[in-house]
């Protein structure tokens, strides 16, 4: 499985971003997927998932503010940020969810077993 995640760069406070993440593989549509980011100097951390089903999970912090969003058709998970703050500043990686994982678990680290290279966000104020 191999996971490609793009869209990030720079942006204004206020600003608006949409991560996008390739995966390869037939069984997309069976996986639940997550976005992580990690700023320097500190631990990855969880900032949004959705379920196979489609249930959706986020970070208290994003919530209102992002939305992920999947299309299996195209093995593609998205994250739209809007309103974003320099505290999003950071390197945003995609993760595919083990196939036993349930939506409580999705915004667990250990919950992934597969990780793509991530994509830097950085937004001035």
């Known amino acids: 499985v191999q996971l490609q995640a793009s869209g990030g760069g720079l942006v204004q406070a206020g600003g608006s971003l949409r991560l996008s993440c390739a995966a390869s593989?037939?069984?997309?549509?069976?996986?639940?997927m997550g976005w992580f980011c990690q700023a320097p100097g500190k631990e990855r951390e969880f900032v949004a998932a959705?379920?196979?089903?489609?249930?959706?999970v986020y970070a208290d912090s994003v919530k209102g503010r992002f939305t992920i969003s999947r299309d299996n058709a195209k093995n593609t998970v998205d994250l739209q940020m809007n309103s974003l703050k320099p505290e999003d500043t950071a390197v945003y990686y995609c993760?595919?969810?083990?196939?036993?994982?349930?939506?409580?678990?999705?915004?667990?680290?250990?919950?992934?077993?597969?990780w793509g290279q991530g994509t830097l966000v950085t937004v001035s104020s």
């Open positions: 959705i379920s196979w089903s489609g249930s959706k």
């Open positions: 593989g037939r069984t997309f549509s069976r996986y639940g």
């Open positions: 993760a595919r969810a083990k196939g036993t994982a349930i939506l409580s678990s999705l915004s667990a680290l250990g919950t992934y077993d597969y």
